[in-house]
């Protein structure tokens, strides 16, 4: 069983950063390929980004890339979502997700995660 709690969300203006993070309990952290999907008011959770258990690979949604960076400190069981120059359309709740695969940077549907974290809101005014 895998406990995630996501932290770092917040009110923040266009063009601003915001760093979120999602800690793991257990101790085979690097085992997991971490993602991070948000939802929108009213719209379905979308992907946005994942994250393979060495950290060595990422993938990224169109709409996020160049934008947003994913990292990992495996030390730390910790991901960390970097967001920058935001737009009000990344407004939603963003959550973490872990897959049992640690290879996976092509897991972007939600069926293919088994943990989750609760959510953090991140809210972009413009």
């Known amino acids: 069983q895998v406990q995630l709690v996501e932290s770092g969300g917040g009110l923040v203006q266009a063009g601003g950063s915001l760093r979120l993070s999602c800690t793991a309990s257990?101790?085979?952290?690097?085992?997991?390929?971490m993602g991070w999907f948000r939802q929108a008011l009213g719209k379905e959770r979308e992907f946005v980004a994942v994250?393979?258990?060495?950290?060595?690979?990422?993938y990224y949604v169109d709409s996020v890339k160049g934008r947003f960076t994913l990292s990992r400190d495996n030390a730390k069981n910790t991901v960390y979502l970097h967001l920058n120059s935001l737009k009000a359309e990344d407004t939603a709740v963003y959550y973490c997700?872990?897959?049992?695969?640690?290879?996976?940077?092509?897991?972007?549907?939600?069926?293919?995660?088994?943990?989750w974290g609760q959510g953090t809101q991140v809210t972009v005014s413009s």
């Open positions: 997700a872990a897959a049992a695969n640690s290879g996976g940077s092509w897991l972007r549907r939600e069926s293919e995660y088994t943990y």
């Open positions: 257990g101790r085979t952290f690097n085992r997991y390929s």
């Open positions: 994250i393979t258990g060495s950290g060595g690979s990422t």
